[in-house]
């Protein structure tokens, strides 16, 4: 028996389905599911640009049930690879089919990104990257009783 969700489960052929979720404040998880090809790279690069908006500094894409992918989506997540190494982070990508492997060891290293079997080890890959690249929250203030004693000495003026 069908239900809506296992319904909602199934991707069209050609289509792709994108499932977003912020894993904290500067990192980002993408599971991209049916068609990445050159068709649906605009929309793959949209994602993309809205996470990069949003401070993101760590990016895993899953291609785990994503094929095929195209050129036109491995070059958009080449360009997110060189924004995201000028914030200190990196995009790491999980279970990709050995195709897209081949093909991305094929970009210069500085647009290369990291590779992953699957999002476990994407996210062991990232917890041992990321204490190099620690976020800088500004530190609280202390709370300063007032007192006569903290105030500020006014003196009267002198007579001269």
Known sequence: MFTSQSLR?????GDLAVREQRLDDVVHQMDLKGSVADANAPELERRIDAAL???????????????????????ALSSAVTELRS????????????????????YEVARRPALAA???QAIMILKMLRPKTAVDRPTPRAKQRISSLTLPR???RGNG
């Open 53 to 75: 908006a949003g401070g993101v500094r760590w990016l895993i894409v899953d291609l785990g049930d994503a094929n095929p992918v195209g050129d036109a989506a491995l070059r």
């Open 154 to 156: 006014i003196e009267p």
């Open 87 to 106: 914030r200190r982070g990196e995009l790491i990508l999980a279970g990709a089919p050995p195709d897209v492997g081949r093909r991305v060891n094929e």
């Open 9 to 13: 489960a199934v991707v069209r052929p």
């Open 118 to 120: 699957n999002v476990d």
